[in-house]
């Protein structure tokens, strides 16, 4: 029996942990006798530090944004190969990564956070770790800490961060496939893609799992009817003041929506609407991408959602809105622009047909000749083009 350890990090609801589950779906839907844990190095550190430093994160973002952004970009996405400030928590954290390895005896560690990828990665590079370790970016992007050098594989999500992983001159092609940011296979090709010339607009708007964005003030800008023309169908995660307060407003055209935990049902829901107002985080927009539909950001998380939305608008797969415009003008504009829906279905489609290993069943072979070198001629050079979009 194989086993895979999957490290996030931190236990609050996360694209880190959702890709995480994600792909452990992938195999033990496929392989019953297949042995995958999820391990948060820092609750099995401290689990008292852990709940410290969440509410910490939650409370700097919410409170002191532009500081959490600074202070991101400094550390963590800047032009230097090296931070001083690694040195001081590396050690705190290598003793028990090394003790959780020795209880746990994996075949594969898969990482989907940047930090348990960086103490892997030393942990290669000196020569006390011989077990692959597999990188699965959650973002359109690759942050400075994440480990490169001494990580065998790479899933990125596009054909960018595979030429960057290239030109650092520490991985060879055959160890990065572009997969995509890994979604529920419930995702599929959406059924209903017409968009023209309807007399109501469903729009679903998304502010994350746990319901962060300014989705109230969002409202706010549209009209207490929609003009009549567009029903917004909210979902509040398990921010549940959040629903209590849209159901105060008592509008028809805004129907609150409680956290949803069922992919199926999720799914069910993007198949109803024409569009989504969210965040640019990894797994939402994932998903919107792989379904067609038109994305409106409307919001943004001080750091890593930052930098996914300049890198989405620069390649016009979303249209940020602007706080200043009504939002029922702003969507009925883009429905009214046949030139401007076809352009963003484009730039969806090119994105898409970027991925070279797209479906579940192809990620959970290329895990299993990780597993099996043995095999490995078996899908060497290989390239699995997803499912037409069109």
């Avoid at 997969?179 to 679903?204: C, D, H, Y």
């Avoid at 640019?280 to 067609?292: A, D, F, N, Q, Y």
């Avoid at 950001?297 to 996914?308: D, F, K, V």
């Amino acid at each position: 029996m194989k086993k895979i350890l999957f490290f996030p990090l931190l236990t609050m609801p996360s694209g880190h942990h959702q890709v995480a589950e994600t792909m452990i779906s992938y195999l033990q839907k496929r392989n019953k006798a297949m042995l995958c844990k999820k391990i948060d190095l820092l609750s099995a550190w401290n689990p008292v530090l852990e709940s410290m430093v969440t509410k910490t994160y939650l409370g700097w973002i919410h409170f002191f944004p532009k500081s959490y952004a600074w202070t991101y970009k400094k550390m963590a996405h800047s032009s230097q190969t090296e931070h001083d400030y690694k040195k001081y928590y590396d050690h705190l954290f290598l003793k028990k990564m090394k003790a959780i390895l020795l209880l746990e005896k994996p075949d594969l560690i898969i990482c989907t956070h940047a930090f348990p990828s960086h103490l892997l990665s030393i942990l290669k590079k000196d020569h006390q770790l011989t077990i692959p370790v597999m990188n699965v970016y959650t973002d359109f992007f690759i942050n400075d800490v994440w480990g490169i050098e001494g990580i065998d594989y790479h899933l990125v999500s596009n054909s960018a961060m595979k030429q960057q992983l290239l030109a650092s001159n520490h991985v060879s092609e055959s160890r990065v496939w572009i997969t995509g940011i890994p979604i529920g296979e419930q995702f599929s090709k959406r059924k209903n893609k017409m968009l023209a010339n309807q007399q109501k607009w469903k729009v679903l708007i998304s502010g994350g799992s746990v319901g962060l964005g300014g989705i109230l003030s969002l409202l706010k800008l549209a009209s207490p009817n929609g003009e009549g023309k567009i029903i917004y169908y909210v979902l509040c995660g398990k921010n549940k003041r959040l629903f209590q307060q849209l159901q105060k407003l008592d509008r028809n055209n805004v129907q609150p929506i409680p956290y949803i935990s069922d992919k199926a049902k999720m799914n069910a829901l993007y198949e109803r609407v024409d569009a989504i107002i969210t965040k640019p985080g990894g797994v939402t927009i994932s998903e919107s991408l792989r379904k067609g539909l038109p994305i409106f950001i409307h919001s943004a998380l001080p750091g890593q959602e930052e930098i996914n939305l300049q890198l989405l608008k620069d390649r016009k797969l979303i249209l940020e809105l602007n706080p200043a415009q009504p939002l029922d003008t702003s969507i009925l504009s883009f429905f009214q622009d046949t030139s401007l829906m076809a352009q963003i279905q484009h730039s969806i489609h090119r994105y898409l047909n970027e991925i070279e290993v797209g479906y579940p069943s192809d990620i959970v072979r290329l895990i299993h000749y990780i597993l099996h070198p043995d095999q490995k001629n078996a899908i060497q050079n290989t390239k699995i083009a997803v499912e037409n979009p069109e």
